[in-house]
C-alpha cells in the first residue's frame, strides 16, 4: 500500500485508530516515527535512519509530531528498527518511539521542495565508493570533526568513544591522518547529543597538558564505515569485517551501546612482558592520565612469562610501582602502574609483543592495588615495591620525556650518556644484550644518540635491559623507543 498526506489528516498525535495501530505490523521499509519533539526538523529525522541505509523518502507531520521515513531497502528498516529495540532513539534530548509503518511505501507531494532537496543530497552523497556520506543539513549534523593538538601520546579509537559516550550513543568513528594531524570524524545518534559533547570538550585534554581536542559539527551526517578494526568502527553493525592486515574488532570486548565508559577499562586485551621486563617495558612505554577518568584499575595482569627470567631482581622503571608474581602461576604476575590510564597506555604499545621468546598476554586487573606481602611473611620474593625509587622519570608534570613516548621499534634513543663514552663503548653495550646493532648516530652534543637493532624484540630486550644502566660516576643511561630510523 502507498501512504500519502492526505490518509492522516485528522489523526491524533499518537493515534490508536485502525490507520495507525502498527504495533504488530510486519517488517516494511517504511518506518512511523512518533512523540517528535514540536521544533524536530527533516535532518534530524533522516539522521536516525541513515546510518543504516539509503533514505529515500521522508513525509513529516508537524502538527502531530510524527513523520515516516522510508528506507531503500527492507533489510535497513529491520536492522534499524532492531537497533532501537535496544538502544533509545533520541531527538533533541527527547525519546521518540519507532516501529514498522503498515504501509509498503510513501507518496509525498513534490512541492515540498526542502524536503526533496535534503533527499537528493543524501542520495548523492549515498554513491558507491563514498567514505563519507555528505548531507545538505540545516542543522548540526550528528558527526563531529575532532583534531587532536600536542599530541605526545596515541589517542585511540577506543579512548576517544570511553570519552564521548559520556554524552550519548556513539554510532560510529573513522580515524585518519591529515596534513600530519591525528583527526576522527565520530558520529552519535543525534545532533544533541553532539551539541553537548562539543561544548563540554572543545579545548579540554585528554591526557595532562597535552592532547588537546578542537572539536567542530563536520558537514557530513553520516559515515560509511566498511570495516571494524583499530582504525574505524560500526557499533551498529559488529559483523563487519576487520579488512586486510587489520586486527578485529570483538563488539563483546568494547561494550558498544554502553554510555559508562569505565565499564570498557577493565576489558580490554593487551601485552607485557615478563617480571623485570614487564616492570621495564611499561615504564618506558610511558605514563599518562586521562582526564576525567576514575573508577578503573591501574593493575595489569601479566600472563604467558618467561618463568626462566621472571624475578623480582630488576632495576625500578619509570611509574611502576610494585609487581607481584603469582604464587601458584609463575609465569603471571601483577603489575601496579601509578594511574589506570598509565596500564592502558603500556598496553596499547606492547600488546602481542614477543620476550624472552614468549608472546606475551595482559589485561586489567580487577585488583586496584598489588598487596604487599603481611609482615613477617615471607613470600619468597615474589613481591617487591618500587613506589619510592629515585628513578622515576614522569613524576614531574610538564616534564620533556612526555614527549617522546612511542610504540616499540627497532631504533631506541639513548640519553644521559656520559661524555668520555664511545661510539664503540655503547654498540658494545647493546650487543651484550644479545642482539646485534645494525646502525648508530651521534647527535651533536654527544650527550644523545640512536641506535637501531636488528628486530623489534631485540630493541625491546635492549631495553630492558639497559634503561637506567649505571654508566659510572651514577650516571644513568635512559633508554626509549624512538619514532627515527638512521
Known amino acids: 500500500s502507498v501512504i500519502s498526506p492526505e490518509i492522516l489528516d485528522g489523526a491524533p498525535n499518537g493515534s490508536d485508530s485502525k490507520k495507525l495501530r502498527v504495533e504488530e505490523a510486519l517488517p516494511s521499509r517504511v518506518i512511523h516515527i512518533r512523540k517528535l519533539p514540536n521544533e524536530a526538523s527533516e535532518t534530524e529525522v533522516i539522521a536516525l535512519g541513515l546510518p543504516f541505509g539509503k533514505v529515500t523518502n521522508i513525509l513529516t507531520l508537524k502538527g502531530k509530531n510524527q513523520a ?34 503498515n504501509h509498503k511505501e510513501l507518496k509525498t507531494d513534490a512541492a515540498n521542495q526542502r524536503t526533496q532537496a535534503v533527499l537528493q543530497a543524501v542520495s548523492a552523497a549515498q554513491s558507491p565508493g563514498s567514505e563519507v556520506q555528505e548531507v545538505l543539513a540545516a542543522v548540526s549534523s550528528p558527526v563531529l570533526r575532532i583534531i587532536i593538538d600536542n599530541m605526545f601520546y596515541p589517542v585511540t579509537l577506543d579512548v576517544l568513544q570511553q570519552i564521548f ?70 557499533y551498529t553493525r559488529p559483523e563487519l569485517p576487520a579488512g586486510d592486515g587489520q586486527p578485529s574488532f570483538d563488539p563483546t570486548v568494547a561494550v558498544a551501546f554502553s554510555k559508562d565508559s569505565s565499564s570498557l577499562l577493565g ?21 599518562v592520565a586521562l582526564a576525567g577518568q576514575t573508577g578503573s584499575s591501574g593493575v595489569l595482569l601479566v600472563s604467558n612469562l618467561n618463568e626462566e627470567v621472571s624475578n623480582t631482581d630488576t632495576r625500578v622503571y619509570g611509574d611502576v610501582q610494585r609487581v607481584k608474581i603469582l604464587y601458584n602461576k609463575k609465569d603471571s604476575a601483577l603489575i601496579q602502574m601509578s594511574e589506570s590510564n598509565q596500564a592502558q597506555l603500556a598496553m596499547s604499545h606492547l600488546n602481542g609483543q614477543k620476550m624472552y621468546g614468549k608472546i606475551i598476554r595482559v589485561t586489567l586487573s580487577k585488583h586496584q592495588t598489588v598487596a604487599l606481602p603481611r609482615d613477617g611473611l615471607d613470600d619468597q620474593g615474589l613481591t617487591k615495591d618500587f ?18 613516548i612511542f610504540p616499540p621499534s627497532a631504533t631506541l634513543h639513548l640519553s644521559n650518556i656520559p661524555q668520555d663514552v664511545t661510539e664503540d663503548d655503547l654498540r658494545l653495550l647493546f650487543s651484550n644484550t644479545g642482539g646485534t646493532v645494525k646502525a648508530f648516530k651521534f647527535f ?43
Open 267 to 287: 576489558k580490554i586485551p593487551g601485552a607485557l612482558n615478563p617480571l623485570s621486563a614487564a616492570a621495564a617495558a611499561a615504564a618506558a612505554a610511558g605514563r
Open 68 to 101: 515516516f521515513l522510508e528506507m531503500g531497502t527492507e533489510e535497513a528498516a529491520v536492522t534499524m528498527v532492531n537497533y532501537y529495540s535496544k538502544v533509545t532513539p533520541l531527538i533533541r534530548n527527547i525519546q521518540v518511539f519507532i516501529q514498522y509503518s
Open 165 to 234: 559516550s559520556k554524552f550519548g550513543t556513539v554510532m560510529k568513528i573513522i580515524t585518519f591522518t591529515k596534513n600530519n594531524q591525528f583527526q576522527a570524524l565520530l558520529q552519535f545518534s543525534d545532533p544533541v547529543s553532539a551539541q553537548q559533547a562539543k561544548l563540554a570538550l572543545d579545548g579540554q585534554n585528554i591526557y595532562n597538558s597535552c592532547c588537546t581536542l578542537r572539536i567542530d559539527f563536520s558537514k557530513l551526517v553520516n559515515l560509511n564505515v566498511k570495516y571494524n578494526n583499530d582504525k574505524s568502527r560500526d
Open 387 to 404: 613506589a619510592n625509587s629515585p628513578l622515576h622519570r614522569f613524576k614531574k608534570p610538564g616534564s620533556k620525556n612526555f614527549q617522546n
Open 444 to 486: 651533536q652534543d654527544r650527550k644523545m644518540a640512536l641506535i637501531q637493532m636488528s628486530t623489534v624484540e631485540e630493541a625491546i630486550q635492549a631495553l630492558i635491559d639497559l634503561h637506567n644502566y649505571n654508566m659510572g660516576g651514577n650516571q644513568h643511561l635512559r633508554v626509549s623507543f624512538s619514532k627515527s630510523t638512521i
